[in-house]
């Protein structure tokens, strides 16, 4: 099935300064794509216009003040046109395109809820816990599902550990592909200090929200399977009969 026209990309972003550039860059090349929101979460540096000049096809929403990350998505999806919902953060860098079309066109193909794009040169404390995982921001899921977990208490950066819920809570079949792409670290953006103290207060939130016992269920169960394409998973049926024909005549 032909993915394109069937899916809405969101942005948020608050004082990203040109690495949303880069983002959009991409993103607005991507034909898989029909609809890109840009939700400006109260930015103060002036990007927002400049976007509006450099993409005109880009829709742009913008928030009074800033709300955080859960508040734009929320906000913003209410504009949202189509049944597939694509969650971009605003600071990735070498994105693939290649890769994002795979994602987009693997939720059509498959009969999946929820397709993540796994930070495959995440840092190793980062997949320690598979954060590469359970925190990416790429993730592709139906409109009705964003819906649902955001009529749900969530704010700030709760919103992909509330996604993770309400996909095991309601047995949804979830796989991830691997993405090149990886997010600029607070202490990038802010210096160490600050940074530091908010990737902490950002972490503390996130498990204080899911409860521990819930946080390494994720880590044991959640999005285990990659996916993998119907000529991907003939060749591996193929694969296993002849292997076990073989064993049957060495038997």
């Known amino acids: 099935m032909n993915a394109s026209g069937q899916t809405t990309c969101i942005i948020p972003f608050y004082n990203e300064g040109h690495r949303i550039f880069s983002v959009l860059n991409v993103i607005t090349k991507i034909k898989d794509i029909s609809q890109i ?147 600029t670290f607070k202490m990038q953006k802010m210096g160490r200090l600050e940074g530091f103290v908010k990737e902490i207060n950002m972490f503390v939130d996130i498990i204080f929200f899911a409860g521990l016992q819930n946080y390494l269920r994720q880590i044991a169960t959640f999005a285990r399977k990659p996916f993998k394409s119907p000529a991907q998973q003939k060749a591996e049926r193929l694969t296993k009969t002849r292997w076990l024909e073989y064993l049957q005549e060495i038997g």
């Open 37 to 183: 929101l840009c939700i400006d979460d109260g930015s103060t540096d002036g990007m927002a216009d400049q976007i509006l000049q450099y993409w005109p096809q880009v829709e742009l929403v913008r928030l009074p003040n800033n709300q955080g990350k859960t508040a734009a998505i929320r906000h913003g999806l209410q504009y949202a046109s189509h049944e597939f919902v694509l969650l971009m953060d605003a600071d990735l860098q070498f994105i693939n395109p290649a890769e994002i079309s795979f994602a987009i066109q693997a939720m059509q193909q498959q009969s999946a809820d929820m397709i993540i794009l796994r930070r495959i040169k995440a840092p190793w404390f980062v997949k320690m816990d598979r954060g590469d995982v359970l925190f990416s921001g790429e993730r592709i899921l139906r409109r009705t599902d964003l819906k649902a977990i955001l009529e749900n208490q969530i704010q700030g950066y709760q919103l992909e550990i509330a996604i993770n819920n309400h996909m095991l809570e309601h047995k949804k079949e979830v796989y991830w592909v691997p993405s090149s792409a990886f997010n």
